[in-house]
């Protein structure tokens, strides 16, 4: 099992930017496929981003609803996983959870991680 804690959320104004952190533990990041999730108020848990490794490569896939402003990245040093945030908008507002779960591959579903981090609050304002 690996140990997950996020970390960065805050309140930001509308176009501005955001990283949030999830620090690992346990496990190596490398040898996990790993996922950031969004929940909105009175709303599911809906996918954001994902990214998995081969050797030094790593591929990442994207919500459409976040694709060109977010970026998922990782610090083999830290053992942490990363997601930038730029050009915020209000609609971003949500809890965000990282996820993780031994293996390879892109996972966009909730159910493919058996992982969770406590979430991190991420407000934006208009």
């Known amino acids: 099992q690996v140990q997950l804690v996020e970390s960065g959320g805050g309140l930001v104004q509308a176009g501005g930017s955001l990283r949030l952190s999830c620090a690992a533990s346990?496990?190596?990041?490398?040898?996990?496929?790993m996922g950031w999730f969004r929940q909105a108020p009175g709303q599911g848990r809906e996918f954001v981003a994902t990214?998995?490794?081969?050797?030094?490569?790593?591929?990442?896939y994207y919500a459409d609803s976040v694709k060109g402003r977010f970026t998922i990245s990782r610090d083999n040093a830290k053992n942490t996983v990363y997601l930038q945030m730029n050009s915020l908008k209000p609609e971003d507002t949500a809890v965000y959870y990282c996820?993780?779960?031994?293996?390879?591959?892109?996972?966009?579903?909730?159910?493919?991680?058996?992982?969770w981090g406590q979430g991190t609050q991420v407000t934006v304002s208009s």
């Open positions: 996820a993780g779960v031994p293996g390879f591959g892109l996972r966009s579903k909730e159910q493919a991680y058996d992982n």
């Open positions: 990214i998995t490794w081969i050797g030094t490569d790593s591929n990442a």
């Open positions: 346990g496990r190596t990041v490398s040898s996990y496929a």
